[in-house]
Nanobody, 120 residues
Framework: QVQLVESGGGLVQAGGTLRLSCAASGSIISINDMGWYRQAPGEQREWVAVRTSSGRTRYADSVKGRCTIFSDNAKNTTYLQMNSLKPEDTAVYYC??????????????WGKGTLVTVSS
C-alpha cells in the first residue's frame, strides 16, 4: 500500500517561513510528479506547485517567488519551502503524487493534509 504523509504545518506570523514535507512510502517503482494543493476555509482546492521527475517545477501565480518545491529522491520526499507568508496563505495543504507501483501500475494518491495558519 502506498501512502503520502505530510508534515511541517503550523502557526506562523505574516512574513514568516515554513517548510512542508511530503513523504511517499510503500511499494514504489518510481515517482513521476509530486506537488501540492491547498484549500482555504470555504474555498475550493487550489493547485500550488508541482515538481516532475525530470526536475521541472511550476508554481501558481499566487505563490510564485515566495515558494520553492524540491525533492530528496532517495527519500521519496518532496518539500515546499514557503517564505514571506501572508494571511491568505492560510489553508490545509495537501500533497499529491503520480506514482508507478508494481501491483497497480500508475496511480494518483493524496495525503491527508497539513494545516498552515498565518496570523496577521
Amino acid at each position: 500500500q502506498v501512502q503520502l504523509v505530510e508534515s511541517g504545518g503550523g502557526l506562523v506570523q505574516a512574513g514568516g517561513t515554513l517548510r512542508l514535507s511530503c513523504a511517499a512510502s510503500g511499494s514504489i517503482i518510481s515517482i513521476n510528479d509530486m506537488g501540492w494543493y491547498r484549500q482555504a476555509p470555504g474555498e475550493q482546492r487550489e493547485w500550488v506547485a508541482v515538481r516532475t521527475s525530470s526536475g521541472r517545477t511550476r508554481y501558481a501565480d499566487s505563490v510564485k517567488g515566495r515558494c520553492t518545491i524540491f525533492s530528496d529522491n532517495a527519500k521519496n520526499t518532496t518539500y515546499l519551502q514557503m517564505n514571506s507568508l501572508k494571511p491568505e496563505d492560510t489553508a490545509v495543504y495537501y500533497c499529491y503524487a503520480d506514482i508507478v507501483t508494481p501491483n497497480y501500475g500508475d496511480i494518483n494518491i493524496w495525503g491527508k493534509g497539513t494545516l498552515v495558519t498565518v496570523s496577521s
